[in-house]
């Protein structure tokens, strides 16, 4: 890594003999810019006006490293702020523009000669591939340099950021420096009670960020992402970054709503993961173990289902103060009625089964049934005509006027059902009902 580079007095006389001038002055451009030259003549390069730095910074330099594999391509190899002067280059061959960038604007640019160009007597320059340095004034805002060549083509960029943030690391007392301790306080997942297969749900996660100072206001990148298990998914699922401004002791909360769809049965599981980290280079957030924060949220997958509310009627009644209310679960293939997984009705554990509208289901609520078992029978299909051989589930609920309301159109009914010995996995499904009071 380069560290504590420093420049040496560049003097020069005409007195001097040339050939010791030209030594020094290829000694000094080469430690400060890599090996470059002075244009020489056609003629004679030694011929040529002794060239006369003119320093831009006494102070501070990025220095940076690049491996060039040719004149026109480079790769950054490292890049440090150092204390070493820049010196200008306006009197040197123009090969390369170097542009100090900052939020997508250009804060500088100059010109200068290319690392990876070598003059050979009676042979002009040459390609001359290896690793060579470029220096250039350093300013704390100066998130990129970019190298282009003269037909403005990008030769090689440096990203500047870690070499500002680790001088600010060393250096907490520069003015340009600051010191936030920001942190994600809270990741907080809101999702109904459950979601059925491939009808999608949506889940809203608010996430709670501060700054504890001691300096403020701060702008903070903050990333947000979710991950999530097998059976399920989440759009959007590629991560985002939004900006915020914070301000110190003085916490926000941000939203960000997905939409989630079960794909198999059972219990699945989201992470949402939230990261705050300072915006600028020059911020320094020195207890970084708070910086990052996930949740886990675990949605009950339901199984799709068909019922049939008041079998043998199409307007399917359902009187708020009337007495038990019939719904036939019913047993089906899959695909039948549109449903994805096969469904044997019998297997339903009735104590486990509410009957409402869809909005009080997903809070929990809604009339249980009635006689704590199911009535297995082959019930009436949803064309009120038809019965199809196989052994379906009428459940029976009772009081509804906490269930639904005259405006309600849909009634559904979740519960559980036996899947295997040992596990019971939810269902849900709904049909159209005419409430009455």
Do not use: W
């Not at 050939?19 to 390069?45: E, F, M, N, W």
């Not at 730095?53 to 501070?60: C, G, H, I, K, T």
């Not at 190298?147 to 500002?164: F, K, P, S």
């Amino acid at each position: 890594m380069l560290r504590g580079l420093t420049m040496p007095n560049f003097t020069s006389s005409r007195s001097l003999r040339r050939a010791r001038v030209a030594g020094l002055i290829v000694a000094v451009i080469a430690l400060a810019i890599g090996a470059i030259q002075a244009v020489p003549s056609a003629a004679d390069p030694l011929s040529d006006p002794i060239p006369q730095p003119e320093y831009v910074d006494d102070a501070r330099s990025f220095v940076a490293e690049i491996d060039f594999q040719s004149a026109e391509s480079g790769t950054a190899a490292g890049v440090v702020v150092a204390n070493v002067a820049t010196p200008g280059t306006a009197f040197l061959k123009p090969d390369l523009t170097v542009s100090s960038i900052a939020d997508g604007a250009v804060l500088r640019s100059t010109t200068m000669p290319n690392p990876a160009l070598a003059y050979a007597e009676g042979a002009g320059f040459l390609g001359q591939p290896g690793r060579g340095q470029v220096l250039v004034p350093y300013d704390s805002r100066v998130e990129e340099i970019k190298l282009a060549n003269e037909a403005g083509a990008t030769v090689a960029t440096i990203d500047t950021t870690q070499a500002v943030r680790d001088y600010c690391v060393a250096n907490p007392d520069d003015p340009d420096c600051r010191e936030s301790d920001l942190s994600v306080d809270a990741v907080e997942a809101s999702a109904p009670l459950f979601g059925a297969i491939g009808r999608p749900v949506i889940i809203t996660v608010t996430s709670t960020i501060a700054n504890a100072g001691p300096d403020g206001p701060t702008e903070a990148k903050v990333e947000r992402e979710v991950v999530a298990g097998s059976g399920i998914t989440a759009i959007p699922d590629a991560p985002a970054t939004t900006l915020a401004t914070l301000a110190v002791g003085t916490p926000q909360r941000l939203e960000k709503s997905y939409t989630v769809t079960c794909a198999q049965p059972g219990p699945r599981t989201l992470d949402f993961t939230t990261i705050v980290t300072p915006r600028r280079a020059t911020v320094v957030d020195a207890k970084a173990d708070n910086n990052r924060r996930t949740t886990r949220l675990t949605l009950d997958c339901a199984v799709p289902v068909t019922i049939n509310v008041q079998p043998g009627s199409a307007r399917n009644p359902v009187n708020l103060n009337g007495g038990v209310l019939p719904v036939a679960v019913l047993t089906t293939r899959a695909g039948e009625y549109g449903n994805p997984i096969a469904f044997n009705a019998t297997t339903i554990v009735a104590t486990s089964t509410r009957f409402a509208s869809p909005a009080v289901l997903l809070r929990g609520l809604g009339a249980s049934e009635s006689h704590n078992r199911i009535h297995p029978e082959d019930s009436l299909e949803r064309d009120e005509r038809t019965r199809d051989g196989d052994l379906d589930a009428v459940l029976h609920f009772g009081p509804r006027t906490d269930s639904f309301v005259p405006a309600d159109t849909t009634g559904c009914v979740f519960g559980k059902f036996t899947s295997s010995p040992s596990v019971q996995t939810s269902f849900y499904g709904c049909d159209t009902v005419d409430v009455t009071g």
